[in-house]
T-cell receptor, first 119, second 114 residues
């Protein structure tokens, strides 16, 4: 079974609008971290935001926020006021903690969502 | 302030040739990772090293070997390259002590096997 699922291969959003990128995850470890990365066309991986499994509040970083629904095992990224420079691939990732046996501390990525911002 | 440095940036190999991708980090991180990125597949973990002296297989380890030479360096070796190994390879590192530390990535190596 996939540990990280991103169901939207591609998304379009109008400039200045908000957009939500979906991510669901699968783990039995009570201790884990969830990450979002941005990959522009230049290819580098840029860290955006982090959410810990024990965090009570949703993470926010500037225009990025993470809608964390633990019971549903979802960690959706919300980008507010989209800009043309937000056009990129976005990857959700999970790092499991020490209780995952052979999978401990692995950092697993989803297949990504390609976001295109329309002027 | 180099972060994670990968070499080479580009490489073309003939089928059956061998090569080693080098990765070094200067952030004193415990954990290091090798990924491959193929269109539509995201980043798939090849091998990782949770700490110096340990290495573990990831999702797609076949055809690869790794060496954690020391805390700084983590190399990926292709013993007999195949066209299916044409990909972009990323090395990454993270503190590794706690799960809430993000990974830092190298610039990637674009490998073509003909």
């Amino acid at each position: 079974a996939q540990k990280i699922t991103q169901t939207q291969p591609g998304m379009f959003v109008q400039e200045k609008e908000a957009v939500t990128l979906d991510c669901t995850y699968d783990t039995s470890d009570p201790s884990y971290g969830l990450f979002w990365y941005k990959q522009p066309s230049s290819g580098e991986m840029i860290f955006l935001i982090y959410q810990g499994s024990y965090d009570q509040q949703n993470a926010t970083e500037g225009r990025y926020s993470l809608n964390f629904q633990k019971a549903r095992k979802s960690a959706n990224l919300v980008i507010s006021a989209s800009q043309l420079g937000d056009s990129a691939m976005y990857f959700c990732a999970m790092r499991e903690g020490p209780y995952s046996g052979a999978g401990s501390y692995q950092l697993t990525f989803g297949k990504g969502t390609k976001l295109s911002v329309i002027p | 302030n180099a972060g994670v440095t990968q070499t080479p940036k580009f490489q073309v190999l003939k089928t059956g040739q061998s090569m080693t991708l080098q990765c070094a980090q200067d952030m004193n991180h415990n954990s290091m990772y090798w990924y491959r990125q193929d269109p539509g597949m995201g980043l798939r973990l090849i091998y990782y090293s949770a700490s110096e002296g340990t290495t573990d297989k990831g999702e797609v380890p076949n055809g690869y070997n790794v060496s954690r030479l020391n805390k700084r360096e983590f190399s990926l070796r292709l013993e007999s390259a195949a066209p299916s190994q044409t990909s972009v390879y990323f090395c990454a590192s993270s503190d590794g002590t706690y799960h809430n530390t993000e990974a830092f990535f190298g610039q990637g190596t674009r490998l073509t096997v003909v």
